[in-house]
């Protein structure tokens, strides 16, 4: 993994409110435990994101916001803006998921927008890209990451990506249960960064951190992490479990 520093995000997508996700933080904030060589991060639901930035001030935990606009205010209606999201306490944004692009039509063009959005209020943003069933069995796994990669990281500078994670996440294996191999996921965590060299440069591919999503429990995440290219893990079911997200941060 050379110098990148791990990050293991919890994404709890349409699930919690106030009393459940307040506790749930502060118990994946009593087991995170101090580490200098990782990071944890918890995307909450929008409507409880400064209660849950709140109750983790006191950590070194970073709250994210699940998706983001990319104008500071306007008429937006039902969006949530980077500035909005600071001011919750927030300091990091998801962008891209796949829920997003398969169920509400996200496409490269618009999540592009909110990457150069959530970059430019300072977020860090986590940019999901990956490949559905159909695609994989197609062969055509690489061109579609590629393309997701290009499309969404358009326009960005060199300097943009210091703040800049990407999450692969198979379509195939988000919910599933069905996690890809440890080898899949390196062959396209291997990929990702040599393709972030291409359309940056090296120190880009070298320095970014590519985090593996999709069904990643506790029993899996050793074996992910021990891959030259995994960076961290985008977590979702077992993310809203304090015991379960504990052992995936507490990685070995
Ligand atoms: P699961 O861990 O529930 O498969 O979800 C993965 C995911 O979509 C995280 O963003």
């Not at 995170?32 to 995307?43: C, H, P, S």
């Not at 709140?54 to 205010?73: F, P, R």
Request: proline share 2%.
């Amino acid at each position: 993994m050379g110098t990148r520093k791990a990050l293991i995000a919890g994404n709890w997508k349409m699930y919690t409110t106030v009393v459940d996700g307040c506790r749930l933080a502060l118990d994946v904030a009593k087991t995170a435990g101090n580490f200098t060589d990782r990071e944890v991060l918890i995307a909450p639901p929008f409507t409880i994101l400064s209660e849950v930035a709140h109750v983790l001030a006191g950590s070194d935990i970073i709250v994210a916001s699940q998706n983001v606009c990319w104008a500071e205010k306007g008429a937006f209606t039902g969006e949530i803006s980077p500035v909005m999201v600071r001011a919750a306490g927030g300091s990091a944004a998801i962008v891209g998921h796949s829920e997003r692009r398969q169920i509400f039509g996200e496409t490269d063009e618009l999540i592009n927008r909110r990457v150069q959005g959530a970059l430019a209020f300072g977020l860090l943003t986590i940019l999901c890209i990956g490949e559905t069933l159909d695609e994989r069995e197609s062969g055509k796994t690489f061109e579609v990451l590629a393309a997701q990669l290009k499309k969404g990281l358009a326009s960005l500078a060199v300097a943009d990506m210091a703040k800049v994670v990407i999450a692969y996440e198979p379509v195939w294996a988000i919910g599933t249960g069905k996690t890809a191999s440890k080898e899949q996921a390196q062959e396209a965590h291997a990929f990702i960064r040599e393709t972030l060299g291409k359309i940056f440069e090296k120190t880009v591919a070298e320095q970014t951190r590519i985090l593996y999503g999709g069904s990643v429990k506790p029993t899996n995440i050793d074996e992910l992490m021990a891959q030259n290219d995994i960076d961290g893990a985008l977590v979702g079911g077992a993310a809203l479990d304090a015991e379960s997200f504990g052992r995936i941060i507490h990685y070995q």
